[in-house]
């Protein structure tokens, strides 16, 4: 069956504009998590969706950083006035968030900010 | 707060040769447990997992790893080590279903010829 899909693959923008990232997750999957992984900062949790609950936006590093989720399935991470410190891997996941609660990864969406 | 330590950030065997990476936690209760191999320019595929019952489980690709409580630790292994294994593997811990999952820092496996 199909996994979890990201677009785009690739994303280069100037520093300043503001950027969408999209993940479908694998479908039957209440629960959609983001990530960014960097040279830095390791893999961090970013903000997490559960059906019709609340976002838990606890990772979310500043306030140009929000997320969406549509009815229920496709996500869309939105970075505002980007900057340099943006520029990661920025990678989905979703999973039945019934235990154990196994994530299932996409290919992720490597930003560049100039 | 949950977090994890893989204290090896780089790890070189050879071909054939057995491999054991390091994992430590720290959570209070017993997590759910995991470990990820990322492949260069790739996402997270997952090994296996641990929740409860056997400490030994059982994953993809002929790898295992042992849940030791006492240790706080959750080490993988895998008999003999193939070419194809050279990744870069990343334990994780959940505090409960449904939870975020919190990363070691990875650590890269090269395999020499």
């Known amino acids: 069956g199909a996994g979890v899909s990201q677009s785009p693959s690739n994303k280069v923008t100037e520093k300043g504009k503001d950027v969408e990232l999209r993940c479908d997750p694998i479908?039957?999957?209440?629960?959609l998590y983001w990530y960014r992984q960097s040279l830095g900062q390791g893999l961090e949790f970013l903000i997490y969706f559960q059906g019709n609950s609340a976002p838990d936006k606890s990772g979310l590093p500043s306030d140009r950083f929000s997320a969406e989720r549509t009815g229920g399935s496709v996500s869309t991470l939105t970075i505002q006035r980007t900057q340099q410190e943006d520029s990661a891997v920025y990678l989905c996941a979703s999973s039945t968030g019934l235990a154990p609660n196994e994530q299932y990864f996409g290919p992720g969406t490597r930003l560049t900010v100039t | 707060a949950q977090s994890v330590t893989q204290p090896d950030i780089h790890i070189t065997v050879s071909e054939g040769a057995s491999l054991e990476l390091r994992c430590n936690y720290s959570y209070g209760a017993t997590p759910y447990l995991f470990w990820y191999v990322q492949s260069p320019g790739q996402g997270l595929q997952l090994l296996l997992k641990?929740?409860?019952?056997?400490?030994l489980v059982q994953g993809i690709k002929g790898f295992e790893a042992e849940f030791k409580r006492s240790q706080s630790s959750f080490n993988l292994r895998k008999p003999s080590v193939h070419w194809s294994d050279a990744a870069e593997y990343f334990c994780?811990?959940?505090?409960?279903?449904?939870?975020?999952?919190?990363f070691g820092g990875g650590t890269r496996l090269m395999v020499k010829p």
């Open positions: 479908s039957g999957h209440t629960a």
């Open positions: 641990y929740f409860s019952g056997d400490t």
């Open positions: 994780a811990v959940g505090a409960y279903a449904g939870n975020m999952l919190t």
